[in-house]
Nanobody, 124 residues
Framework: QVQLVESGGGLVQAGGSLRLSCAASGSIFSMDAMGWFRQAPGKEREGVSCIRERNGDTRHADFVKGRFTISRDNSKKMFYLEMTNLKPEDTAMYYC?????????????????WGRGTQVTVSS
């Protein structure tokens, strides 16, 4: 079992930036792909972005549109999502996860581990 803990969420005005962090512990390996999901009230959980271990390939949702950057530091078992030009529609609970990052992306039913989430609220 892997433990994931997110941090870095908060309240920000539209156009602002936030950097989310995910600290991993337990039985996790650097080869595992990692990803971020989000869920707003009354909506389905949706994939935001993920990153593969082998070559660093990333996948992202269309709504990201170059605004978000995913990265990882395997030596520290840390995983990040840097968000810029935030919009009110980005308001959601953001979750990090151990997840496939291939053809199956995005699918919130596939992750093998989840963090508890960190709230991102973007005001207009």
């Amino acid at each position: 079992q892997v433990q994931l803990v997110e941090s870095g969420g908060g309240l920000v005005q539209a156009g602002g930036s936030l950097r989310l962090s995910c600290a991993a512990s337990g039985s996790i390996f650097s080869m595992d792909a990692m990803g971020w999901f989000r869920q707003a009230p009354g909506k389905e959980r949706e994939g935001v972005s993920c990153i593969r271990e082998r070559n660093g390939d990333t996948r992202h949702a269309d709504f990201v549109k170059g605004r978000f950057t995913i990265s990882r530091d395997n030596s520290k078992k840390m995983f990040y999502l840097e968000m810029t030009n935030l919009k009110p529609e980005d308001t959601a609970m953001y979750y990090c996860a151990v997840t496939p990052c291939g053809d199956s992306w995005p699918n919130y039913l596939l992750p093998t581990a989840w963090g508890r989430g960190t709230q991102v609220t973007v005001s207009s």
